[in-house]
């Protein structure tokens, strides 16, 4: 932006789960606006086996191509690519991850270690919104009404027919059906089925149960099982930039078209869901909405940024679903729209995104912190 230094900025996309599409296209959003801010980018890509790519350096290069294009296999470990970036000068590491890897604490916990600044939340915020079930546990504590639901335990035999009826009658006696099933640590609607009876959910089982339950000693794997929370969708983001200064954005009302909800093809496919932003509430529904988005960010410490979704019931009352501490960041996604009707482009917020994370790290190097 004008008057201030441009920085070089490594933006890391892709990565090894089912989100990885959806980060290459942030990835490549990103790149292109933040050569708009005045910024040096230089695309980063982790590989689907694990391994890091550098790209090219995009500063004078026309960005007319973006994700996979920029990469070509010249790959390596994740430690020799942090070092080349430090030797390069790179100010900042733009995390446009999505998904386990990316925003469970993972590479937050690694940039830390490696005294790089990064942006998005830090380690603790990233790795608690990330599990589900953790989260709802959080949001019941701070008195946030969350859809009810359970996690799918261990069972003994998870090829068991028996297993599964006899898991469905218990819970359906506490959470009658429709069930929703969804992965305890993955985003983008990867995964969710809706169900609407003990034999859908027995047929579902009997063709996805052996990956429902959760894998002894790995944290946060598995499925849990929710409610479904009839009302409006919306949607609403919080930013953060300096601490203690919350500004909550213009609400957005989602609206699937051929979904029952707002799955991954309502999502990622071009007309399926109509987004109103802002959306269409009064006055007091809007100042809730936000107020109600701005406690979730500080009870997770979600700065710099965070995008609550929320269901607006037909009495009235709010639910909280999920809290996305790195939510898509293309040019047609939720935040990025709602930021636009707050008046402020994406090369301002992208690079408003950088300077925070290079403050965050100057900060923790001052008081002597990892």
Known sequence: MAGKK???????????????????????CVVSNLLSAGHAPTPVCIHADGSWEIGPRLADLPVDRGGEDWFHGDSTTARDATGLLVSQGVDCIFNALHGPGGEDGTIQGFLRVAGMPFTGPDVTPAALTMDKALTKAVLDQAGVRTPRGFEIPILTDARSEESW???????SAKLPFPWIVKPNCLGSSVGIQLLQSIEEFLSAAAANGSHWCPSPGLA?????????????????????????DLKALPPVEIRPKSSEFFDYQAKYTPGATEEICPAQLDEDTTRAVQELAILVHKTFHC?????????????GELVALEINTLPGMTETSLI????????????????????????REAMRKAVGTL
């Open 220 to 244: 946060g794997s598995g499925f849990i099982v929710e409610e479904l929370v009839e009302g409006r969708e919306l949607t609403c983001g919080v930013l953060e930039l300096r601490q203690g």
């Open 6 to 28: 441009p920085r070089m900025v490594g933006v890391v996309m892709g990565g090894i789960c089912g989100e990885r599409d959806v980060s290459l296209s942030t990835g490549a």
């Open 303 to 315: 700065d710099p940024l965070s995008r609550t979704d929320i269901f607006l019931t037909e009495e």
């Open 336 to 359: 990025p729209q709602s930021a636009l009707a707050a008046g402020i482009s994406l090369p301002e917020l992208f690079d408003q995104l950088v300077s925070h994370a290079i403050q």
């Open 165 to 171: 009826g006899a898991l469905a009658l218990e819970m």
